[in-house]
């Protein structure tokens, strides 16, 4: 590229930025990189939101404290196809407008018991012809489930500390006994 | 000797060339091994073995990439992120599918005797007498009480656990002790041999899963990973058992990296004098010099290369003068099965994860069992406890949903049908000259399918293995039923079958070639028919047989 063009293309860029409103500035990047996906950082704190009211921090550590979000993010990034990840990003915005819809604020400023509504209202949604909720939505809201509780169960906190994994078993107890838990 | 010239050579280092291997060069035979793909050295290279889970990127799935790179891996559970570096390329080494085959392969020392599923069982007598039975095909040249002592040896040396079921259709075998069947799946196999007034019957799985110390190898620790490579050497593979057998002889050499492209033949001796190997890393051409020949480089890729040599006295290459060579492909039939739900035993579970599972024998068509198609099938399964997932809406997110997550769900029962497919003379291999490989070698193509009476008995494994749990109190049964592409049983068997004349058969009842009698193929490719048991246990004692065999037959400058 000439120079004298480069400098008028930049000139049209930098134009361009100050023209455009300013929800539509420059958002910030997400703290991995992702190589496949374009997702900001205000996307990047809705799914850790959403990863988080999933697994939330209790007595245990949370999605956020185990990185889970992180964790969807690379599994978007590297094992759905592109239509998937489109419809992610597309979903993303479903459920931003889904949330004002229904509270007149963002799924970040609603409360804990709130948030969790919104999501057993997307769970409640099972039907495939059901309208209730668009098709990207859904697309959002189950990669996040899934790959959320995937990241859960196989970390190494939930393996080590809520589960008994060991790398070398060293025999086959074919009737352990098993007590269910006390839950709360 | 020259330096390219060895008493015996085997091609390939699978489970039947690494027992070519140890068993020529424990007799004395200076040995040279050729395997096509990269050294794997035993432990050392076994480099996910000792990862946790949580320490693969993916956590063992599979990204996009892998699925673009790996056309034909990409259609079964082969492909995933934990073995990935165990799987040949499909880019590298492409091939041709006039139908749909999926083609599953190894290409480094150990072949598939790396991933293999270890499940051993030996055939009876009414495999052997099958094609005779059923007028089809052609009669196998040998019977049960020919290959009975070899599997022994088979045995005693690769390390099978399982128990002495004492049935007819299963023949017992040397075994080390069985793995145990955890509760529910003892229950489901009582009320199975209940149910069936003993005429249907479940056991523990055998498996070449050593359960006692053996060899210097360590019994199975239960965890699970043998297809990364085991660093207690707990299953067979070439690496944990005959391979250091053979080294230890200091009678053989390993050439990795060595694509055999033909045998040579010598038109004056009617014999092999060798073979002709590209290097694949620097495509220079080598040749090697033996007395004879074991061919075991897999069943499809032992026909091309037969299929590539001697093709000015055979235009369709060596031992092919029969019509035979390239033709009568088969596999196991899989994909169709039934799984389902167990109540009770809420308090029990197990610890330790089981490299197997249950098997039931074959029954159709045995004693009074008739049906609309000829032979059987046998089922693999296993009872195992879900994950959690309770289907109740208010507990799909937060605290509770979190630590219900760390309790079993419901105990699960499940298994998969392994059909005998019939040899069909139009199922078979051939080589496309019009695609190449990655070396410039033209590649094989593959034209087999399933046909009537495949068909038939698929319907049939699908019905029984529902009418069975069932008939085990399982309940929720749910039967499933895929796409029957052969290949994904990756028992690929009988492109080069033995038989009784040179007209109608490659190989001869000691696994010779009927047209150069020191060139030996005893891979899948030698089998007459295919029965339905689990085939590398037959591939290993009619390994052993054939070296003994050749060995004398040299002593005796027969061959």
Known sequence: MHRRTAIRNLALIIGGAALLPACMQEKGKPSIALKNVDL????????????????????????????????????????YKKDDQQAFITGAGQFTDAVSKKYDKLFADLSAKQREEMLLSIEADKDPKSTTFPKELKTFYGIIKGQTVNGYTNSKYFMTRQVVYELVPGRYNARFPYKQKQSA | MSANTYDAIVIGSGISGGWAAKELTEKGLK?????????????????????????????????QKMIDDYPVLKRDYPLNEVNLDYWASDKESPYTEVKRFDWF???????RSLMWGRQSYRWADVDFEANLKDGIAVDWPIRYKDIAPWYSYAEKFAGISGNKDGLAILPDGDFMPPMAMNVVEKDVAKRLKDHYKEARDMIIGRTANITVPHNNRTNCQYRNKCWLGCPFGAYFSTQSATLPAAMATGNLTVRPWSIVTKILYDKDTKKAKGVEVLDAETNQTYEYFAKIVFVNASTINSAWILMNSATDVWEGGLGSSSGELGHNLMDHHLGVGASGRYEGFEDKYYFGRRANGFYIPRFANLGNDKRDFIRGFGYQGGASREGWSRDIAELSVGGAFKDALTEPGSWQVGMGGFGETLP?????????????DKWGLPVVAIDAELKDNEKKMRIAMES????????????????????????????????????????????????????????????????????????SLTYMALTARAANHAVEALKKNEI
């Open chain 1, 40 to 79: 900001n950082a205000d996307q990047e704190k809705l799914v850790g939101d959403i990863a988080e009211t999933i697994i939330p921090k209790t007595s245990t550590p949370g999605a956020k404290d185990l990185g889970l979000h992180l964790f969807v993010l690379k599994m978007l990034d590297d094992c």
């Open chain 2, 31 to 63: 040995t040279i091994m050729l395997e096509r793909g990269r050294n794997i050295e035993h432990i050392k290279d076994y480099v996910n073995a000792n990862k946790d889970p949580w320490e693969f990127p993916h956590r063992g799935g599979r990204t």
């Open chain 2, 105 to 111: 392969r190894g290409y480094h020392v150990g072949g």
């Open chain 2, 424 to 436: 069909y003379h139009d199922n078979k291999v051939t080589i496309d000259k019009t695609k190449k």
């Open chain 2, 464 to 535: 029984e293995a529902k009418a069975m749990l069932e008939a085990a109190g399982v309940k929720d049964v749910k039967t499933h039923s895929e796409n029957p592409f052969l290949g994904r049983g990756i028992h690929e068997m009988g492109t080069a079958r033995m038989g009784r004349d040179p007209k109608t058969s490659v190989l001869n009842e000691w696994n010779q070639v009927w047209d150069a009698k020191n060139v030996f193929v005893t891979d899948g490719s030698a089998m007459t028919s295919a029965a339905c048991q689990n085939p």
